[in-house]
């Protein structure tokens, strides 16, 4: 997997090359099959189905509700650097709640962290976000980039 950075230069070149009137000459409207050129010279072909062929997925404005088991179940387990960044957290912020998830799509360069701590009462939000950064030190400035969501917990009554 890339990162979302490497994915979106991709993504650009594509357009870039899709753009291009060789690219346009190759494909005509009524073919079957659409052409899409990358950065590289290689072409790849993907075919388009029919549009009788999509399956067409009922809409249900229900939730389905799950059991306590049947949610912790299905919740994925953190990957060890997601539990690094999660224990060292945790130790600075005392956090009631926390959820770290690596969103660059597994090579470890940017992290979405939710973080509910009562160290952030009375603080602004870039503030909170400052305490966050100063926790994990120099573990920040190797990554792309870092989502921070902080939250004070509720006062019980």
Not at 29 to 35: A, K
Request: with cysteine; glycine share 4%; net charge positive.
């Amino acid at each position: 997997m890339i990162c979302t950075a490497c994915r979106l230069a991709a993504r650009r070149a594509l357009r870039t090359a899709a753009a291009s009137p060789s690219a346009m000459a190759s494909s005509s409207p009524s073919s079957s099959s659409r052409v899409l050129a990358l950065a590289a010279p290689t072409l790849l072909h993907r075919s388009t189905p029919a549009p009788s062929s999509y399956h067409c997925r009922s809409f249900s404005a229900s939730r389905t509700l799950l059991s306590a088991d049947a949610a912790a179940a299905e919740l994925p387990s953190m990957t060890p650097a997601e539990s690094a960044i999660a224990a060292i957290l945790s130790e600075k912020l005392s956090p009631t709640q926390l959820l770290v998830q690596d969103v660059s799509g597994g090579c470890g360069s940017m992290y979405a962290i939710d973080i509910t701590s009562a160290a952030f009462q009375g603080q602004t939000i870039l503030k909170q976000q400052r305490m966050v950064n100063a926790a994990l030190g120099d573990l920040v400035k190797s990554w792309h980039g870092v989502q921070i969501r902080t939250k004070v917990p509720p006062q019980d009554a």
